[in-house]
């Protein structure tokens, strides 16, 4: 297996909007090889950081990377959606603020047996957390069409999902499909050459949307979210970067929900639904990486980083 590496995206946005200060409490949930937590224990060398993380090789990484830093962080292995089980095991009651760099890995695309990436031939894994669940391999060999269609328009918004699922049955029934090799000939063969895009490899979208459903990405980032911000201190921050159209989505409605006060039509005189607005959205639109990082980064040019503070 590859060493662990992974460059942090957005580092000095994080800091700017998270304002980590000692003796306040933060959450890494997505903790990764430690690359955030690492930042906001430089400039707050007496905060204390929870990094939780569902790869148990970026923890194991990340508890090399933190080691110095000791008593300050814990590290948890687990779904950040279920943080506030997590952060209850340890008793913690409440947060300053967290950070989410949601999405792969540049080490889990680069580590060829997880089966991430249509770079290299391997096992349909796509786990983050290889220790329970099913695989993406599994979900190929026996979701029915109808619902591999769905998830492949759906979370990889890929216009020839219709046709890539009928591929995909058809070829299951010659023999299963284990490797993403085979997967990828398959796609290929389903999309017509004359309709490729230039710009992306044809494989791209349906690869992520079959991580997305084996992980429960989405669900899990909902989930998560709403944890945190109900267990933001007032004037807690949070900070979260999406890397595609279906994060980001789900980021700027919930910012948007939480951010919003009374919902009573305009006609009544007093306001009767009683509610009141939650944060303050920090961020009228996604800050966007600049071209100096992009250089040395190029998983940063799709980076999009929305934070709120908590009223």
Request: include cysteine.
């Amino acid at each position: 297996m590859s060493a662990f590496h992974h460059l942090s995206v957005l580092p000095d946005e994080v800091i700017r909007f998270l304002e980590p200060a000692d003796g306040k409490t933060y959450l890494d949930g997505t903790l990764g090889g430690g690359g955030h937590t690492a930042l906001i224990l430089e400039k707050a060398p007496g905060a204390f950081v929870i990094g939780i993380d569902r790869d148990q090789a970026a923890l194991s990484a990340a508890g090399e990377r933190l080691a110095a830093h000791g008593g300050q962080i814990r590290l948890v292995h687990g779904d950040f959606a279920g943080v506030t089980g997590h952060l209850s095991a340890l008793g913690v009651t409440g947060l300053d603020g967290f950070i989410l760099d949601l999405g792969v890995s540049s080490h889990q695309l680069d580590t060829r047996e997880r089966g991430f990436s249509f770079q290299q031939d391997a096992p349909l894994d796509m786990r983050m957390d290889t220790s329970c669940g099913e695989t993406a391999a599994d979900l190929l060999n026996k979701l029915p069409e109808q619902e591999l269609e769905r998830i492949i328009s759906e979370y990889g918004e890929e216009r020839w999902a219709k046709r890539i699922a009928s591929f995909i049955v058809k070829e299951r029934a010659e023999s299963l499909i284990t490797t993403t090799f085979r997967l990828v000939d398959i796609i290929k063969g389903a999309v017509p050459k004359a309709k490729w895009d230039e710009r992306i490899h044809p494989a791209t979208r349906t690869f992520q949307a079959l991580r997305i459903a084996v992980n429960s990405e989405l669900d899990s980032l909902e989930q998560g979210m709403r944890s945190a911000l109900d267990l933001l201190k007032p004037g807690g921050r949070g900070v979260i970067i999406s890397f595609h159209s279906l994060e980001d989505r789900i980021v700027k409605h919930i910012f948007r929900e939480y951010a919003e006060g009374c919902t009573c039509p305009r006609q009544l005189p007093i306001c009767v639904c009683g509610k009141q607005p939650r944060v303050k959205v920090l961020t009228n639109r996604p800050v966007t990486a600049r071209e100096t990082e992009t250089d040395e980064n190029p998983r940063a040019r799709s980076a999009k980083l929305r934070a709120v503070e908590k009223l």
